[in-house]
């Protein structure tokens, strides 16, 4: 988004941009500047990559929403906060559906086993894996 405003206007601008806590960048052009926005919340989408980045990284890790939280910087009831707002989705779900997303790469693009799919998405046993998977695929993996 650009826009061009006189100088004299250009100062009210920028603190109400800072009060929303939006990035700007000011170019000037002779009389006018140019400002471009950029939109980041204050890190929140930040934040919420740095835990999903670490979570798709090692999904056999038995995670838990307290890990992912501090690797987000936050606090576990901050990080359901930005889940929810963020991608309108519980730590829960997030963590459920990173583990099924690869596990259908992987049965789709692979020869393994439904037991060494499981325990590469963080399953204990194929069983287990089976039932999560048929629970939220609505069709048995195998």
């Known amino acids: 988004m650009k826009l061009l405003l ?8 920028v603190n109400a941009f800072r009060a929303r806590r939006l990035e700007y960048a ?13 939109q980041t919340g204050n890190g929140e989408q930040t934040r919420l ?9 090692n999904l056999g890790r038995p995670w838990s929403i307290g ?8 606090s576990v009831a901050h ?8 991608l309108n989705k519980s730590p ?12 259908c790469e992987r049965l789709a693009r ?12 963080g399953y204990t046993d194929g069983f287990a894996f089976a039932r999560a998977f048929k629970k939220h695929m609505a069709v048995s993996p195998g």
């Open 6 to 13: 006189h100088p004299s206007v250009l100062n009210g601008v």
């Open 26 to 38: 000011i170019t000037p052009v002779s009389s006018s500047a140019f400002i471009r926005l950029r």
């Open 49 to 57: 990559n740095k835990a999903m980045n670490a979570l798709r990284e």
């Open 67 to 74: 890990e992912l939280a501090r690797i987000a910087g936050c």
């Open 79 to 86: 990080f359901h906060r930005l889940t929810r707002k963020l």
């Open 92 to 103: 829960g779900r997030l963590i459920r559906e990173a583990r099924m997303q690869s596990a």
């Open 110 to 121: 692979t020869d393994d086993t439904l037991e060494s799919i499981a325990e590469l998405v």
